[in-house]
């Protein structure tokens, strides 16, 4: 007789950091790769919702209401620059970044300005108590009477404190330390994210509120928690900066509401942090006579052109393998470029220590910056500083040609503008774009050609 025994649900086993789900275990998430954090969580039942009555019919898409998708003014120029105008009225931005970075003392100064402007706004700090964020306040002359300041951990409390004030500005700081009572786990864990992301998404949207949420990152930089918080929020903002560097980039990596290749740069000072409009010639060194092995390129955040100095320094190696020590570019392209000048220009560096690095902390990432790491080096190994006044832009390929970039005209009017007389850009950059006025322009098709102009003295 066959036996009539239910059989036992199959669990299920879901990824602690995005929220991924199997139906057997793997030591390794499938979604974002990282090992050891799937674990068990038992089988989750698909419910269906019966149809209900429509309170809000949908309505033609000529007929909608835009003005609720408007932007309003953070009163931080940078920061408006990041989130495309500003703030959107329910807009719900999740902002990211290192602790220690910047993010509280940012977003403290914002809340200050809007309550100045007649919003009430409430601060709720999951992190720190009520007087550690008072005396930051101070420290930043943050003050404001309708800024209001509430330390809890508990989502029904957060809950109830906004409906109490209804606030035109809500910040959750953060969104990791607030927890649920109706949800098991941890404060910080898969589910909790979830129910709390949900939550206070649900009563922006509802009410109206302007929502900045702080999220924490992990060790590889992405942001902790499950993958769904960012699809569930409008605006993903970055923080990005070294600890030793005052500078603080802040770019969207999503945004509903506006464009995502706009970066805000921020100067982190004990007064605060305030925004940088105009960061050109803080990555340039300020020695008034040239010095061989430094070459000034113009990388692109975003869309913003930042005027950035490479140095470079060879010293004659001690036998074996040669020494290469870089510091704002990556180590594996600086070897390449040694490789390409060696063979391809005919610069000997294979016996000798190379030390590359940018100023002011700056990182160069993009393949614009190649051209001009190649001259510094040229220029370190001939003693020869490059001419006054002098910038290169330009990819180097493995056959010592320099490919053409983007963005060569925006970069070009950057420099002209603090003062940069001479240009090397790869040939064909221009196109039908005439040089700024007062600038020279030499196009060159290698790396060797690039290396013979640096010799020509300006005229």
Not at 238 to 247: I, K, Y
Not at 356 to 377: F, Q, R, W
Not at 408 to 427: M, Q
Request: with cysteine.
């Amino acid at each position: 007789m066959a036996s009539t025994r239910k059989k036992a649900p199959a669990p299920t086993y879901r990824c602690t950091e995005c929220g991924w789900q199997a139906i057997k275990w793997v030591g390794r998430c499938g979604e974002c790769q990282a090992w050891g954090t799937v674990t068990e969580v038992g089988q989750q039942h698909v419910r269906t919702a019966p149809a209900t009555t429509i309170e809000r019919p949908a309505l033609p898409i000529g007929e909608v209401d835009a003005t609720r998708a408007q932007h309003r003014s953070t009163g931080v120029g940078e920061f408006d620059r990041v989130l495309g105008g500003g703030l959107v009225t329910g807009g719900v931005v999740l902002v990211a970044g290192e602790p220690g970075i910047g993010k509280s003392t940012l977003l403290l100064d914002v809340a200050a300005r809007a309550a100045r402007e007649g919003q009430t706004v409430l601060y709720v700090s999951g992190e720190e108590s009520a007087a550690q964020v008072r005396l930051r306040g101070e420290r930043i002359e943050a003050l404001a009477r309708d800024l209001y300041l509430a330390n809890e951990t508990d989502l029904a409390t957060v809950l109830a404190q906004i409906d109490k004030l209804q606030p035109d500005l809500l910040i959750i700081d953060s969104v990791q330390t607030i927890a649920s009572a109706d949800v098991d786990g941890a404060p910080g864990n898969v589910s909790q994210v979830r129910e709390v992301a949900n939550a206070i998404i649900q009563v922006a949207k509802r009410q109206g509120i302007g929502t900045l949420l702080v999220g924490h990152v992990t060790k590889d930089g992405s942001i902790a928690g499950p993958r769904v918080l960012e699809h569930l929020v409008d605006v993903v903002v970055q923080f990005e900066g070294e600890r030793h560097s005052r500078l603080r980039l802040v770019r969207a990596a999503k945004n509903r509401f506006g464009p995502t290749d706009e970066v805000g740069c921020f100067d982190l000072t004990e007064m605060g942090i305030t925004g940088l409009p105009d960061p050109s010639g803080l990555f340039l060194s300020r020695m008034e006579e040239p010095v061989p092995g430094t070459c000034v390129t113009v990388t692109l955040e975003g869309r913003r052109p930042l005027v950035t100095e490479v140095q470079a320094l060879l010293v004659p190696g001690n036998g074996g393998s040669a020494r290469r020590t870089t510091n704002g570019v990556d180590s594996s392209r600086t070897a390449m470029i040694l490789a390409v000048l060696d063979r391809r220009a005919g610069v000997r560096l294979r016996d000798d220590d190379c030390y590359v690095s940018t100023v002011g902390g700056a990182k160069l990432s993009e393949p614009a910056a190649d051209l001009a790491i190649a001259l510094a080096l040229a220029s370190a190994k001939d003693g020869c500083p490059m001419p006054t006044g002098t910038l290169a832009v330009g990819e180097v390929g493995l056959a010592g040609d320099v490919r053409g970039v983007g963005g060569v005209p925006r970069r070009l009017a950057e420099a002209a503008r603090i003062g940069f007389k001479r240009a090397i850009v790869p040939a064909g950059s221009m196109g039908t774009e005439t040089p700024p006025p007062g600038m020279r322009v030499m196009e060159v098709r290698d790396v060797h050609a690039a290396t013979r102009a640096i010799a020509v003295p300006v005229r």
